[in-house]
């Protein structure tokens, strides 16, 4: 009998959720949840979440929210309690460089 592959992933939706938003401030619930592939309700929470625990700040403006990340904030897990969520998103945010726009020091 063929194994189905297990579906966990490395980030959770909390995580990714940060990136969208860390990618484009502006970005309207639906298009979060869009983007990771979770309920808007689901995403809606998420952002609660972020908002209560200070890594993001929710500020309306006109009939759209706009959003400010704490960079500063660190991981919650104790494991990784003394690294700030900034790691996270400039290890995401330069993910998509290509070869000839690599950071300093980037060797592939």
């Avoid at 808007?40 to 972020?50: H, K, S």
Wanted: charged share 25%.
């Amino acid at each position: 009998m063929p194994e189905t592959p297990s579906s966990w992933t490395f980030l959770t939706n909390h995580a990714r959720v940060l990136l969208v938003i860390a990618g484009d401030p502006q970005a309207r619930v639906r298009d979060i949840a869009a983007a990771i592939g979770i309920t808007e309700r689901a995403a809606q929470g998420i952002v609660t979440d972020l908002e209560d625990a200070g890594y993001l700040q929710r500020i309306r403006i006109g009939r759209r929210n706009n959003y400010s990340i704490d960079p500063r904030q660190h991981f919650r897990h104790p494991t990784e309690a003394d690294v700030p969520v900034q790691v996270l998103i400039d290890m995401f945010t330069h993910r998509d460089l290509q070869d000839d726009e690599q950071p300093p020091g980037d060797q592939r």
